[in-house]
T-cell receptor, first 112, second 111 residues
Framework: DTAVSQTPKYLVTQMGNDKSIKCEQN?????MYWYKQDSKKFLKIMFS???????INETVPNRFSPKSPDKAHLNLHINSLELGDSAVYFC???????????FGDGTRLSIL | SQQGEEDPQALSIQEGENATMNCSYK?????LQWYRQNSGRGLVHLIL?????REKHSGRLRVTLDTSKKSSSLLITASRAADTASYFC???????????FGTGTRLTVIP
């Protein structure tokens, strides 16, 4: 059973488009996260979210917005895609902040 | 910057040898965690050490933490080709809500 699953695995699209990445966890965790991993493998937190609070990394452009229909899902919407958005995006979850996180296998986003 | 830094950036060893990776950070922490990332996959949690602990073991892994020097090390003993991956440290800092990941060490174990 996949604990944290993301779809799609690959996303190739043109500059200016709007796209979404879906994330689901079946671990019953209360907190979910989105990370961006650049070409140098640096992993940067974008959002953390539980059923009470959304924490946004202030450096993330407001073109990025997380949406959580329920505790098991945290989707990432990206508007007006730019070349610099090309990266691998990871969803993760944990029971509470600071405890081990479980990661999905990532979505590789390529902007043409 | 809140991220940790890992040293070395890349490490290549023969199967059976030990591999040591180091992580340095800058702020007070509640815990420090190590993760492994295989190519094309997500990160996998390996071990967590709390700020009041100095050493922890899990199978072939040994982690040390020196809060006075703000540093940690990960030792993998008797390495195997399957240990080839990138290894990241992550700190859960006092007053923060999330983990801050280091820059990673790319380990290659040659069969």
């Amino acid at each position: 059973d996949t604990a944290v699953s993301q779809t799609p695995k690959y996303l190739v699209t043109q500059m200016g488009n709007d796209k979404s990445i879906k994330c689901e966890q079946n671990l019953g965790h209360d907190t979910m996260y989105w990370y961006k991993q650049d070409s140098k493998k640096f992993l940067k937190i974008m959002f953390s979210y539980n059923n009470k609070e959304l924490i946004i990394n202030e450096t993330v452009p407001n073109r990025f917005s997380p949406k959580s229909p329920d505790k098991a899902h945290l989707n990432l919407h990206i508007n007006s895609l730019e070349l610099g958005d090309s990266a691998v995006y990871f969803c993760a979850s944990s029971q509470i902040d600071g405890e081990p996180q479980h990661f999905g296998d990532g979505t590789r986003l390529s902007i043409l | 910057s809140q991220q940790g830094e890992e040293d070395p950036q890349a490490l290549s060893i023969q199967e059976g040898e030990n591999a040591t990776m180091n992580c340095s950070y800058k702020t007070s922490i509640n815990n420090l965690q190590w993760y492994r990332q295989n190519s094309g996959r997500g990160l996998v949690h390996l071990i967590l050490i709390r700020s009041n602990e100095r050493e922890k073991h899990s199978g072939r892994l040994r982690v040390t933490l020196d809060t006075s020097k703000k540093s940690s090390s990960l030792l993998i003993t008797a390495s195997r080709a399957a240990d080839t991956a990138s290894y990241f440290c992550a700190t859960f800092q006092t007053g923060a809500n999330n983990l801050f990941f280091g820059t990673g060490t790319r380990l290659t174990v040659i069969p």
